[in-house]
């Protein structure tokens, strides 16, 4: 079975602050993995994606992550956070057969100004 | 870009009624899906489906059927709603089975039941 796990549901930092939000997955092979980023009352924007190769990826609005197998995670990074980035933030993953996404719970972040 | 629309933002119904939720995508996306969001519960898969007229159960689906009519076009149907189905509905679309590419979502629609 596959299974991802978001540890942090809330988090809060000041505008300007480097932010880390974690994200560990549970799979049996090398996944393909995503960041979706929800705005209040939207549907889920595509953040970035992993599939194989460089395990630092870049995304949209200055985000990146890293796949490390060895710890089974696949953490959303920024260097600086902006007062528009609050939303919350979703880990998927898409195992190399099928089509189905397994998210995580979702971490919901607060930017104080 | 792929545009994933579903039909009304919002929409208020009463306990009872058959509800359709339309959803229709323009990238000839094979597979398309159905989710509802609610707080605490993240999203959950209620139906999806690979291909016209082919379905498969996600993991909530009673009370829910849905419709591939056209590649284009997936709805959602409750049959008799209830109040317990008040949620925010998704609907995304992604590229044939087994592929890399990520699932894009519509706008989704806040559905109560009253």
């Known amino acids: 079975a596959q299974s991802v796990t978001q540890p942090d549901i809330h988090i809060t930092v000041s505008e300007g602050a480097s932010l880390e939000l974690r994200c560990n997955y549970s799979y049996g092979a090398t996944p393909y993995l995503f960041w979706y980023v929800q705005s209040p009352g939207q549907g889920l924007q595509l953040l970035l994606k992993?599939?194989?190769?460089?395990?630092l990826v870049q995304g949209i609005k200055g985000f990146e992550a890293e796949f490390k197998r060895s710890q089974s995670s696949f953490n959303l990074r920024k260097p600086s956070v902006h007062w528009s980035d609050a939303a919350e933030y979703f880990c998927a993953l898409k195992g190399t057969s099928g089509s189905r996404l397994t998210f995580g719970e979702g971490t919901q972040l607060t930017v104080n100004p | 870009d792929v545009k994933v629309t579903q039909s009304s933002r919002y929409l208020v119904k009463r306990t009872g009624e058959k509800v359709f939720l339309e959803c229709v995508q323009d990238?000839?996306?094979?597979?398309m899906f159905w989710y509802r969001q609610d707080p605490g519960l993240g999203l959950r898969l209620i139906y999806f489906?690979?291909?016209?007229?082919?379905?498969e159960k996600g993991d909530i689906p009673e009370g829910y059927s849905v419709s591939r009519e056209k590649k284009e076009r997936f709805s959602l149907i409750l049959e008799s709603a209830s109040t317990n189905q008040t949620s925010m509905y998704l609907c995304?679309?992604?590229?044939?089975?087994?592929?890399?590419?990520?699932?894009?979502f519509g706008d989704g629609t806040r559905l109560s039941i009253l």
């Open positions: 489906s690979y291909d016209v007229k082919m379905k």
């Open positions: 990238m000839d996306h094979e597979n």
């Open positions: 992993y599939f194989s190769g460089d395990t």
């Open positions: 995304a679309s992604s590229p044939n089975q087994g592929s890399n590419q990520p699932q894009h």
